[in-house]
Structures are given as C-alpha cells and as structure tokens.
C-alpha cells in the first residue's frame, strides 16, 4: 500500500493545485515540493522493504476481460527512478518560485504534476497496459510544457510529440505483440516467459519496436532533435523534464526490458552503434551552439548515447554504470540547466557571445556551475568521474569479436574528449572569458543568487559526497542492476581509485586532450561556431511533412472540397464496389438474411411516409433557407411519431428535444446567411440530385438487409435478459448507456465537450458582418445600430414597439415555462434508471430552458456569465471521469456503477456519471447560442457587451418598455432581432419574408 499512497499524494499535488495557484501564484512550488517530500516518505517504507530483499506489489482488477489490472511492484529500479523523479521535482519546484514571473503559473505546475505522477507511475507500473498510459502521458505532458510557450514553442511542440509518439506507437505494437504471445499483461510475468529464448525472431521484432520507443524517449539519433527543439520550453521544465526525468523515462525503459533482450544481437548492435554515434554527434553539436541552453540539450544527447550503448553491453558492470551513471547526469544536468537560468535572469541573455566576464560578479554561481561542469566532464573526486569510468570500462566487455571492446572504449573515449570540450565551453565561456566585455563593459547585472541558485545547488554539490563516499551507491546500484538482469548477482564497487587500468589510462588521455582544448578555446570557438551543420533535425523534419503533403496532395484533393456531393460521390463509390456486390452475392443465401413479405401492421406508418416524402420533396425544391429549415425540421418532428408508434420513448423524447434547439442554432447562423441558396448550372443540379437518390437507395437498401432482416443479437439478448438483474434497473436504453456501455458514453461526452471547445476557436477567431448586397444574389444587410435611433412616431419608432409585441408574450410565458421545465428536468432525471429518462434527456429538457430565456431576451447577448458554458463542459466532464476512477477504487474495473440503498432509496453511481453527461450538454447549448446568438463585430470574452450591444443600451434609454427576464433591468426593444433593424430602415415586410 506504500506506493498507492505515493501515487495517491502526487494525485492530491494535482487536485490542489489550482487551488495553491489562485492564492500562492508562483509561490505554490513551496507546497508542491513540500507534497514531493511527503510522497517520498510514504514510499520509503517499501524501499526499506526493497533494501530488505523483498520486492513490494499491489494489484486490483481493472479490466477483467482482458486480463488487465491495475498493479504496481517495486524493485531497485523503481527506486532509483521513483527518487529521480521525486527529489529533483522538488528542487525544481522550490527553483521555480524565483524563477517563475509574478502571478498565476497555473498552466505550468499542473502539468508539472500530472507529469510527476505519471512518471512515477510509469517506474513502478507492472502492467503492460498500465506502463503504456504513464508512458504517453508523460509524452503529452512534455508536450504541453513545450507549447506553453507561446509561438516559439508551437512548431517545436508539435515536432516533439510527433517523434515521442512515433515511438507510442511502437511500444503500443510491442506490448500487443507481447500480450498475445506471452498470454499475459503482467509485465513481470512477460519478461520471464521462456519465448525469449525459444523464439529468437519474435524477441528480434519485440526488441526493435521497444529500443525504438526508448530511442525517442532518449533522444538517441535519429531521434535527437526533439531534444534541442524542447528548449523553447521554460528553464524549469528543461532541468526536470528534458534532463532529470522525461529522457529518463526511455532509459527506463531499455533497463525494465533488459532481461529479455540483454542477449539478443539485434539489442546489443542497435544500442551500442546508435548510442556511441548519439554520444559523438551530441557533443560535437554543442560545441558549435552560442546559446547557453541549446548547448545543454545537445550535451544532455550525447551524456544519455552513452548511457545507452552502455545497456546494450548487457553486462552485470554495463548495467551497473548505466544506473551510476543516470544518477549522476540527473544530479549534474538538472543543477547546470538550473545554472543557465540564473546567468539568463541576471544578464538577460544566454548567448555566450555577448555575456560579460561574470565570475568575479558572481561568484556563487561560478563555483557551483564549475562543480557540475566538472562532474559531467568526469573530473575526481566527484561522481561523475565516478560513472564515466564505469562507463568505459563497461564498454570493454562489448559482445563480439574481441576489438568490438576496444573499438567501443576508444569511441566513448572520443566522445568525451569533446564532453570536455563543451564542458569548458559552458565554464569559460559563460563566466570568465567575456566575449560580450568589449561592448558591455558597463553591463547592468541583477545578480540571482537567492533561491534560485540555493536550488541549483542541491543536486549539483550533492555529486561532491557521493564522489568521496562512492560506496555508499554500491546496495541502491546492485538492486537496480538485480532488476535489469534478475538472474545475475552483482557486486558493484564504486571508488576514486581502482589502480592502473584501461578506462584509466582513457581518462587520463581525456583529460590531456580537454587541457588542450581549454588552452586553445580562443580560436578553437569561433572556428566551431562558424561551420555548423547546415542542416539540422527541425529543416529535416520540414522536409519530409512538405515532401509526404505534396505526394498526398493529388489523392486528398478529391475530399477536399466545400461541396458535399462530392464527399457523398465517394461514399456512393465505396458502396457500389464493397456493400452492394457483398449483399448481392452473400445475403441471399445467408438465413439471417432471407427477406420475406413485409406487412405495414400500423396505418401510422403509411401517413409518416407519406409526409416525409412529402417534406423531403419541399427540402430539395425550395430555394429559400428558412423554408428548407422548416421542412428539414418537420422531416425530423414527425420521425418522432414514428419512433413513438414503435414503442422507443427514450429515442423519441431526445429526437424531439433534439429537433427543437437544432432549428434554433439553424436560424442563429441564417441570420448572418443569404436569404436564399444560390444555385447554379441545371448540369450540376442533376449532378447532385443523382448522387442524393443514389445515397438515399443506397442507405435504403443497406438498411433493408443489414438491420431490419436480422434478428436480434446475442449482445442484445443479454441485455434484455440480465440488465434487471445486475443493475436493479427498468430502463435497458439508460442502463446501456450509464453502465454496460459507459466507456462508449466517456468517449462521446469527450468528443461533445472538444466540439464545445471548436466551437468557441471557430468562431471567436471569425469577424462577425454582414455581406454587402449584390446583384447575383439577394443578401440580408444589417445597417448598423445607430441609425435604429429615430425620434418618436417615426417608422424606427414604430418598428421597435411593435416588435416588443412579440418578445412581451414569450416574457409572460416564460415565468410559467421555466419552473415547470426545470421540475420536469428533474424529474426526468431522476426516473432515468427505471423509466424513460435520464441526464441527457434531462440536459436536453434543462437545455430548452436555456433556449427560451435566450428567445425572450430584450437584446442580443450572452446568457449567463461568460465562462460559464466552458466550465460546465469541463466539469460535467471531469464529475464523469472521477465516477470511473471511483468505480476502480472501490469496485472491480473503470466506470464499474457501485449500489446502495440511502433510507430505502436505491442509488447508483452511474447517476454521478449522468451528471457529468447533464452538464456537459447543458454547457455545450449554452456556447452554442451565446457564440451564435451574440451580435457585433466581436465576441466578448470578459463579459462586456459588443458595439451594437452598446448602441441598442442607447435606444433603450430613450425608448422605456418592459422587463428584460434575464437581468432583471428596465429594458425596451433595442434586441428585437433583425427584423426591428429592416423595419427601422424601412424595408418593405415582404422582403423581410426572403
């Protein structure tokens, strides 16, 4: 249970923290650190169980059917990662109090937090299942992070979640790989099945598509790039996401799998090779940047290439240098990108061509920034030397002909000849040698070396103790290493001194070769600088999407297109070539297919064709939109009757409800539409008409054969004969939605609440005007407000009372309307799990009141309070969401409804999820008529009125007339529609009929 309540107080991190930001601001890091603390502790009773020898698990169903549970199981791998991400989240959030501007920050620690707990959820997850959500969460949370940052983010964000979710998509086809070939979910388990030393192809093909997901994660070529494009992000988010955790998480992964492919060639090949070129071209990158941060990323490329090649040795000491050695860049990276925020605060730039000679003005930060250069350049007596001599000594042993070992050595050899390299860039080049001396000799310096250089310090100048005192890693590093290869039995011993020995005699060499650099980094810079490389990952990238958007452009160009008969002729294609010969040749030898006479048992039937024929005539001949309105609408209505006639309440109460507030939204959007459709040549008018009795035969016909010859399913069957029983319910359509089916239902009501928020982009982003008259069409232009403003006894005048006339009753009738409604609303809900009902038949009763507070207003405006419809759709969602979470708590699986009795009364949690549906729905009709509803050039996001909103105040202050409903204010008829506007212009009634 100690790490459900690990992962229980980083959940409350994330549940308190709107509330921390609203009241603390930035300051809200304190608590969050302080809650990352508490975390810690609560997991150290199952560390203490780890270090004891035992390995703690927890597991609950999740879902049955599959086989999947929700388990968690700790091992010295989890440790050391689980700390990684815990300790340095702290640091980085006690960094970010000082760092963060002023104010709300609330954006940047909630996903912070949502990535913690997904990270640490991923460390100890031991379902496959479950290790794949943490592992793409933690991609969406990078995501988010990087495009928090405005326009200099959003191509680099898109950039990184396309390679970070190309290697999803591996994993996601490993991990289904390995469930159907393994017969499990439980990760454990799979990585002890005997397949991967009986089927060496199948452990090939697994192998490829797991280094591959890791290589995205960690940035290993050809996969780097999204590592230098994610600087765009805040300081912050680098130190923790891009150096301590988020590239952990793909070493992570190549260390959990290692015990099935530690022994496979293609693993050994593919990370070696890949890792010592990603170390190589990393460091030679950073040497050629000027940007302190972009110098940081590449580094942080070339220190985690080592670290791969490193596990693909294999090895007992592989694995055991690769652990010492994530600990230590996680300890020296994080504190130097901390570092670079500080020289950014203090001078107000990172490139290193125009930063003063900062050490003696700073000295503080000089000293620790010296500290961590040195640890990642792998000088003693810290830990970094520590780790890189474990490193190259790891990468003797090198599976292979014997000089692979040495080959190996002398690459990572290379490579950290140039680690020194960059290493004293970031040094010297930062602090002492001043390039920017000459033109900002006097340059204003606000020193930050409070909190934040506290903050930077912790992890770097924890490296100094662990180097002098080495062995107090030996147990942590050999449980890590256990878990990495559970049937080894290591012994690691870290020390400064290990005698006269080949990764020494590396080092040294290293270190003569850095000396050299230093002694030289006057010419040596500019030179590197000057001959980058011409391009880089992002041009790549580029490339190839305007390489694949040309070659799809001629295939796309068929759908693309504002005429629907073409979208329909594809479709029509589609069933010509597919669904018609398969019911020409096959259903008519199948029984469940055999057609017989048909008998119209009901005389309704017969009129309800009759006048939907007849509607469906009036739609296609008419040319004027509000009457192809009213006949698509009385298409609709009397489909009711039909559903009615054929015993479906449920069905036929939505579709009724569902008709009233469409044709509401319809007339919303013709107010700012022609008065009548456009149409042009006969050729394409009997185009179009082909095509629509095609489809219409077409769906006809497919109806016919596939839904009303068949009889019922065995899924339908079991829900008639067992949903009584196991819901203690009457309503099946309700029981199907909220309970057997509720996943379905999550997924729509998130797809309804995305539609909301497209909605609002759309036409937030779109000018609100008329089209000017012209003589090809006949175009309804609305004048602007002020020259509604004549005196009294004009026609204006006149036009204004008598559309008052109107808007009066509906006022009148409202009073009565809208108690009886919102008790119907209720009501409906509440009789929703035995009778026809439920929240969204409710929502849809409670949306109608909406609807008519909106018809009844004096003036166009919002109803309600601005941000209201966006936080109804947020919360019905969540209130959903959290009904799931609840029912995996405390019952066996996602959404599984728990019951009860409450004084006799018998209650459900599915009626929690209705809530949800009721308010989502409630919400997304609210913006629709708020967004659509609202006159003016613009919408209003802050809940002030739009121009015309102002003017029409300017004719109700001089025309007094009834009671606006909505405010409660005097108000008179300066919102009367559009139709007050033609009359206040004069325009003849028998136009306004167009």
């Known amino acids: 249970m100690s790490m459900v309540w690990t992962l229980g107080v980083l959940a409350l991190a994330v549940v308190l923290t709107p509330l921390l930001n609203r009241f603390l601001g930035r300051a809200a890091g304190w608590p969050l650190a302080a809650l990352y603390l508490a975390a810690t502790a609560t997991l150290w009773p199952a560390i203490a169980e780890v270090f004891a020898g035992g390995t703690p698990t927890f597991a609950v169903p999740w879902v049955e059917a599959l086989g999947v549970a929700f388990a968690l199981r700790l091992d010295g791998l989890g440790v050391v990662f689980s700390l990684i991400a815990l300790l340095i989240g702290a640091v980085v959030f006690v960094y970010s109090t000082d760092y963060l501007g002023r104010g709300s920050q609330l954006s940047f620690y909630l996903v912070m937090t949502v990535f913690t707990l997904a990270m640490v959820g991923l460390v100890m997850a031991d379902d496959l299942v479950v290790l794949f959500i943490c592992w793409e969460l933690t991609s969406l949370a990078s995501f988010f992070l990087i495009a928090r940052s405005g326009n200099a983010g959003e191509a680099a964000s898109m950039r990184t979640l396309l390679l970070t979710f190309m290697g999803g998509l591996a994993l996601l086809a490993g991990v289904a790989l390995i469930v159907v070939r393994t017969g499990t979910t439980n990760l454990t388990a799979a990585l002890a099945s005997d397949v991967w030393t009986t089927d060496g192809t199948f452990t090939a093909v697994v192998a490829t598509l797991v280094l591959l997901a890791g290589f995205t994660k960690s940035a290993q070529f050809p996969f780097h790039v999204w590592l230098p494009d994610a600087m765009a992000a805040i300081t912050p988010v680098s130190a923790y996401l891009h150096a301590a955790a988020v590239v952990k998480a793909g070493i992570f992964l190549l260390m959990r799998f290692s015990p099935a492919f530690h022994a496979a060639p293609v693993w050994n090949a593919a990370l070696i090779s890949a890792g010592l070129f990603t170390a190589a071209l990393g460091a030679w990158f950073a040497l050629t940047q000027t940007d302190l941060k972009k110098l940081m990323a590449y580094s942080t490329v070339s220190q985690l290439g080592l670290i791969v090649a490193t596990i693909g040795v294999g090895t007992e000491a592989a694995l055991a240098a690769a652990v010492i050695h994530t600990i230590a860049h996680a300890l020296f990276k994080s504190g130097l990108f901390m570092m670079v925020g500080v020289v950014d605060h203090s001078t107000g730039t990172r490139d290193l061509r125009r930063l003063p000679v900062l050490w003696r003005r700073m000295p503080l930060s000089f000293t620790v920034t010296a500290v961590g250069a040195a640890s990642m350049a792998g000088l003693p ?65 606000h020193p930050h070396e409070g909190v934040m250089l506290g903050a930077a310090a912790v992890p770097i100048l924890t490296g100094v103790p662990l180097g002098l005192a080495a062995f107090l890693l030996d147990a942590p590093v050999d449980l890590a290493t256990r878990a990495a290869l559970p049937l080894s039995d290591p012994h690691a011993h870290f020390t400064l001194w290990h005698g006269i020995t080949p990764e020494l005699i590396a080092t040294l060499v290293v270190f003569a070769l850095g000396g050299v650099v230093i002694a030289r980094r006057a010419a040596l810079w500019p030179v590197l600088e000057a001959h980058r490389f011409p391009v880089d990952g992002a041009a790549v990238i580029g490339a190839l999407h305007d390489g694949l958007r040309a070659a799809a452009r001629p295939w796309v160009r068929v759908f693309v297109s504002d005429h629907p008969d073409r979208h329909l002729a594809v479709l029509f294609g589609a069933y010509l070539a597919v669904v018609l010969p398969g019911l020409v040749l096959v259903a008519p030898g199948t029984p469940a297919f055999a057609v017989g006479p048909v008998a119209l048992t009901q005389p309704v039937d017969v009129v309800v064709c009759l006048l939907i024929a007849a509607s469906v005539v009036c739609l ?109 319910a009457q309503n099946i359509v309700n029981v199907i939605l909220v309970e057997f089916r509720a996943l379905d239902t999550l997924g729509e009501l998130t797809v309804l609440g995305m539609a909301g928020i497209a909605i609002l982009a759309l036409v937030s982003s779109v000018r609100h005007r008329q089209l000017d008259p012209s003589p090809e069409e006949d175009r309804t232009h609305v004048p602007p407000p002020e020259l509604a403003l004549r005196p009294e006894g004009t026609p204006a005048h006149r036009a204004i009372t008598d559309a008052w006339s109107n808007v009066l009753p509906m006022q009148l009738v409202l009073r009565f309307m809208v108690p009886v409604l919102v008790v119907l609303s209720a009501l409906i809900f509440w009789r929703g799990h035995n009778a026809p009902g439920g929240g969204f038949i409710a929502a849809l009763v409670g949306s109608a009141v909406v609807g008519l507070i909106y018809l009844s207003t004096s003036r166009d405006r919002q109803i309600g309070p601005p941000r209201l419809p966006i936080r109804l759709i947020g919360w019905g969602v969540v209130i959903a969401v959290v ?41 997304l009709v609210m913006l629709a008529f708020n967004l659509l509803g609202t006159s003016g050039d613009s919408l209003t996001r802050d809940g002030g009125e739009s121009t015309r909103e102002r003017a029409d105040e300017a004719v109700e202050g001089e025309l007094p007339g009834p009671l606006d409903t909505v405010r409660g204010e005097p108000a008179a008829a300066g919102r009367v529609g559009v139709r007050s506007r033609f009359l206040a212009e004069g325009t003849p009634p028998k136009e306004l009929g167009r």
């Open 381 to 445: 007596p810290l830990l970094g030397f520590i780790s890189k001599e474990s490193l190259f000594a790891a990468l003797l042993d090198a599976p292979g002909a014997a000089w692979t070992g040495w080959l190996a050595l002398v690459l990572a050899a290379g490579a950290s000849v140039l680690t020194f390299a960059y290493c004293t860039k970031i040094l010297f080049g930062g602090f002492v040698d001043g390039r920017g001396a000459d033109r900002d000799s006097d340059h204003e310096l």
């Open 883 to 923: 009904t799931g979470l609840f029912g995996l708590a405390f019952a066996s699986s996602f959404l599984e409804p728990i019951h009860g009795y409450l004084g006799g009364v018998h209650l459900v949690t599915s009626m929690l999820f209705d809530v949800g549906v009721y308010l989502a729905v409630i919400g």
């Open 620 to 728: 296609c001949l008419t040319t004027s939109r509000l009457a192809a309105t009213l006949c698509l609408s009385a298409i609709g209505i009397i489909s009711t009757v039909q559903i009615l006639a054929l015993g479906a309440p449920d069905v036929a109460l939505t579709q009724l409800l569902v008709e009233s507030l469409t044709v509401i939204v319809i007339m919303l959007v013709l107010q700012k539409l022609p008065t009548h459709f456009n149409f042009k040549t006969t050729p394409r008018v009997a185009k179009a008409s082909a095509i629509a009795v095609g489809m219409g035969l077409a769906a006809g016909g497919a109806t016919w054969f596939l839904a009303a010859r068949r009889p019922r399913s065995d899924v339908a069957d079991y829900y008639a004969g067992n949903a009584t029983d196991v819901t203690s």
